[in-house]
């Protein structure tokens, strides 16, 4: 079995959207990174006694990898039936988290607020993914 003749032929649309998902959370990453050399922060700490801003670019970070695990299965269910939609919503998830850090990165946590738009696709996929559930189980 040909796994390109499985597939809907627009779930490359979804392979971009991990791709993205990828960049995204490489950048985050790097943040961290750099955060860690400007206030001092050695390896293992994981937060700062002293550095509030260091402690809200690490948990961007942190908070971001705590769901991207949920994400990537409702992502995937959902892309498998829906791959052109999952796509647009996987897109406004990856793209919130951006938003979400570079609020964080204020060192104001509630400006992480500024990526409260990403429950559009979060929710979106999670939606699609019962919506896929259900038609397996011949519900509708």
């Not at 793209?95 to 204020?106: E, I, K, L």
């Not at 500024?114 to 699609?128: C, E, M, T």
Request: one cysteine or more.
């Amino acid at each position: 079995m040909d796994i390109l003749t499985v597939l809907p032929s627009s779930f490359g649309y979804v392979i971009f959207t991990y791709l993205y998902s990828w960049v995204m959370l490489g950048y985050l990453a790097v943040k961290v990174g750099a955060a860690r050399k400007k206030y001092d922060v050695k390896y293992p700490t994981m937060y700062s006694d002293k550095e509030q801003v260091f402690n809200c670019i690490q948990r961007a970070h942190q908070n971001t990898l705590e769901v991207y695990p949920q994400w990537l299965v409702f992502q995937t269910i959902a892309a498998l039936v829906y791959p052109l939609s999952a796509s647009v919503l996987g897109a406004i998830w990856v793209t919130s988290r951006f938003s979400y850090a570079w609020g964080y990165y204020t060192g104001d946590p509630a400006k992480r607020m500024n990526g409260a738009y990403g429950y559009i696709g979060y929710f979106g996929v999670i939606f699609l993914s019962i919506s896929v559930a259900l038609q397996l189980l011949g519900v509708f």
